[in-house]
Nanobody, 129 residues
């Protein structure tokens, strides 16, 4: 069983930056992609970004493209989400996800309804205007 440990979110001002991290307790050698989803209050969970474990190819939701950067440290089993130029609409609980059978683009297309291998517990990010 793999556990995903996410860093703490926080309360940020619009225009600010925050980096989230997610560390897997163990490496599943079939890991294909790691990614982030988010769920705003009263809204459905949505895809944010994903990265391929080996090639480091990435895929982003249009809403965060150019502002968020996903990266991975394979040695540390850790994926990062650098969030810059934060907006109030980025307020959400952010969830890390790991899967062995999808590409980053597929993660973005299939969204949160797909049965991914592992989910993190979520970390809250609040952006004030």
């Amino acid at each position: 069983q793999v556990q995903l440990l996410e860093s703490e979110g926080g309360l940020m001002q619009a225009g600010g930056s925050l980096r989230l991290s997610c560390t897997a307790s163990a490496r599943t050698f079939s890991t294909s992609a790691m990614g982030w989803f988010r769920q705003a209050p009263g809204s459905e969970r949505e895809f944010v970004a994903a990265i391929n474990w080996n090639s480091h190819s990435t895929y982003y939701a249009d809403s965060v493209k150019g502002r968020f950067t996903i990266s991975i440290d394979n040695a540390k089993n850790t994926v990062y989400l650098q969030m810059d130029n934060l907006k109030p609409e980025d307020t959400a609980v952010y969830y890390c996800v790991v899967d062995s059978g999808v590409t980053p683009q597929a993660m973005g297309v299939m969204g949160p309804g797909y049965e991914y291998d592992y989910w993190g517990q979520g970390t809250r990010v609040t952006v004030s205007s």
